[in-house]
T-cell receptor, first 116, second 112 residues
């Protein structure tokens, strides 16, 4: 199976609720990134967490990383209808930082639907 | 002021044809990528160029040939198109000191 597998595959919530998506990966990483893809559009970078970090915040986003379990989670608090999108985690391998060229391996994503 | 642009947005063609997709970025980035997203939304890297030099070449049929005339452009040429080539192709770029990638809007290729 592939690096960066997300669960759930689909998540449906009401506006104002929190949404949690999980990502598991298989090999050592330099960093893990989360991207959002609105329907019919390209991916947009949301947040990056390095392998030596455990938690990171950006606005309504909170990302955690547990390298011992090779897993990460993305929490979106107080969700809005505009958060409806697919969310992907992507991993950069342990030798993919610094002067390397940033090869990312993506999971299949979680489709989030936020109902107004 | 589009950062990463791709043309065309949609491409419908018949099996056996040859087609090209173009990508341009105005971010001054040194590294550019091509990804393929299949019908299940799985996104897989195909190629990467750094300053016009090929640095990542995943297991992709040699019918696919990237070309980078300068560091702001990365084109993808596909020969002898097959049904299985139908997908959305994304171009992305990355700055030298950065980790995140900036994606274009995608090109939906449909092979009939």
């Amino acid at each position: 199976s592939q690096q960066g597998e997300e669960d759930p595959q689909a998540l449906s919530i009401q506006e104002g609720e929190n949404a949690t998506m999980n990502c598991s990966y298989k090999t050592s990483i330099n960093n893990l990134q989360w991207y959002r893809q609105n329907s019919g559009r390209g991916l947009v970078h949301l947040i990056l967490i390095r392998s030596n970090e455990r938690e990171k915040h950006s606005g309504r986003l909170r990302v955690t990383l547990d390298t011992s379990k090779k897993s990460s989670s993305l929490l979106i608090t107080a969700s809005r209808a505009a958060d409806t999108a697919s969310y992907f985690c992507a991993t950069a391998g342990a030798n993919a930082g610094g002067t390397s060229y940033g090869k990312l391996t993506f999971g299949q994503g979680t489709i989030l639907t936020v109902h107004p | 002021d589009t950062a990463v642009s791709q043309t065309p947005k949609y491409l419908v063609t018949q099996m056996g044809n040859d087609k090209s997709i173009k990508c341009e970025q105005n971010l001054g980035h040194d590294t550019m990528y091509w990804y393929k997203q299949d019908s299940k939304k799985f996104l897989k890297i195909m190629f990467s160029y750094n300053n016009k030099e090929l640095i990542i070449n995943e297991t992709v049929p040699n019918r696919f040939s990237p070309k980078s005339p300068d560091k702001a452009h990365l084109n993808l040429h596909i020969n002898s198109l097959e049904l299985g080539d139908s997908a959305v192709y994304f171009c992305a770029s990355r700055g030298l000191a950065a980790r995140e990638q900036y994606f274009g809007p995608g090109t939906r290729l449909t092979v009939t």
